[in-house]
């Protein structure tokens, strides 16, 4: 009885020594070393990928942001404000409507098939929408030069940059809203499009929000 006892006591005490050093060790000093080294290391990958403008920040290179004008009496969606480059769509957008006491969007595909019908009728009017914001007098958009991030949304509906054909599809009508040069508009596309990560990872990209700041700099100083 008391062998049993005793072993049953020495388990335990094993036990509560192997809680205590995994717990100092896995949630004291492993968390404190990793953001430690990424603070030392990425302090600007680590702190969120801020963007700035004007000493203020404005959001994060990895989240997209929409640029709409105020909603109106009796709309429900807004009309994007056509001065600024516009994101991919982001249908995959839903709403919180269980604590309601925050205003919180949730991220997510659509998840519907290719030959979903809401999807089609979906991608149709983007299509639709791309090729009339971005006709201006003298250069209409072909409705085969409208690239597909143009009208479909990504998996989490939240991505941040668009192709460098699709920033170029919007240069004219920017300009134009703008009343700048399409020239000084199109380099400033060329001068924020990345290239693809380390040579051959992924595809060529312009971060909008970075693109639009640089815009609001050019506009102010023109």
Excluded at 92 to 118: C, F, H, M, P, W
Excluded at 126 to 150: L, Q, R
Excluded at 204 to 221: D, E, F, M, S, T
Aim: neutral net charge; aromatic residues 4%.
């Amino acid at each position: 009885m008391n062998n049993s006892v005793g072993n049953t006591a020495r388990l335990l005490w094993a036990g509560l020594r192997a809680l205590l050093v995994l717990t100092i060790v896995c949630g004291v000093i492993y968390p404190l070393a990793v953001t430690g080294i990424a603070q030392g290391i990425f302090p600007d990958k680590a702190n969120g990928s801020e963007i700035s403008s004007n000493g203020k920040v404005v959001g994060s290179e990895l989240i997209g942001q929409r640029y709409d004008l105020p909603l109106k009496k009796g709309q429900e969606t807004a009309a994007p404000d056509l001065k600024w480059f516009q994101p991919r769509p982001s249908n995959g957008l839903g709403t919180n409507s269980v604590n309601t006491q925050y205003k919180l969007i949730l991220s997510g595909a659509t998840n519907r098939s290719g030959d979903n019908k809401e999807l089609i009728d979906w991608v149709t009017a983007a299509k639709a929408a791309v090729v009339k914001d971005n006709s201006v007098p003298g250069h209409p958009v072909n409705p085969a030069d409208v690239p597909a991030d143009a009208v479909t949304s990504s998996g989490s509906g939240l991505d941040p940059a668009i192709s460098p054909a699709y920033a170029h599809l919007q240069v004219r009508r920017v300009a134009e809203r703008n009343h700048l040069d399409a020239a000084q508009v199109d380099k400033l596309v060329e001068q924020h499009t990345d290239g693809r990560i380390l040579g051959f990872v992924g595809e060529p990209r312009v971060n909008v929000l970075q693109l639009n700041i640089a815009l609001k700099q050019l506009v102010n100083g023109a």
